[in-house]
C-alpha cells in the first residue's frame, strides 16, 4: 500500500500517525506542493479533489482520512481499532462525522481569522470534555477516533487552547499525545 500524504497537516497526521503506531506496511511518500504535485493528471485520476491523503491499494484507491483510517483498521483487523459490533462501530462513525463536521471547520475558520477568538471552537471542546469524564479514550478504548481528534488538538493552534477548565479533555490530550504514533509525527517547529 501506498499513502500520499503532507505530514504537517491533522487530516494527513491522523493517517500517519496510525501508520506509524501499528508499524503497518505502508509506504508513506509525501506530495511536492511546490511542484503541484496534486495539480497533475496522473494525481487527478486518484482523487479529483485533488487533496491528501490518498491511500492506493492494488487497483483500489480511497481518499478522505476518516475513511483510510477505517480501512487500514478493518484491513489491519489486528489493531483493534474498530468495534466490529453494531453500536461500537456507530459510536465511532459518529464522532469521526464531529470531527469532519464540525471540529474541522471549526478549526478552519479559527485558522483563517486575523483575531484568534478560541471562544468559538470552546463549545466543542467542552462536549469532549463531559464525555471524556468517565473513559480514557473518546469511545473507551482507544480507536481510530482519538488519533482522527487528537490531530486536530495537537496541532499548533490547538496547543494554544486554554484547557484550564477542561480537566479530562486535557489529560486525554496528554495520553494521546504520548501513544508512539503521535511521538514519532511530531512536527518540528523551527524557533
Ligand atoms: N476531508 C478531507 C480533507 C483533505 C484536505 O483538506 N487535505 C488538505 C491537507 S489537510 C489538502 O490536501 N489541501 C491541499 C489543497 O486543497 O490544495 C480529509 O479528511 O481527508
Redesign the pocket.
Known sequence: MLLHS?FV????RKVEAFIKHFDLDVEIHQVNFRERE?QTDEFYAMNPM????VLVDGDFVI????AIITYLATVFPETGMLPTDPQGRADVDRWLHWQ?CHLMPAMGALKLSDEKDFDAIMPLLEILDAHLQDQQFVCGDLTVVDFAIAAYTLTKLGRKMDYSGMPHAAAWRDRVSQLKGFVATQVKVPA
Request: proline fraction near 13%; charge should be positive; avoid cysteine.
Open positions: 503532507f497537516t491533522p487530516n494527513n496534486t485533488r487533496k491528501v491523503p481518499w478522505e482520512s476518516n469532519s
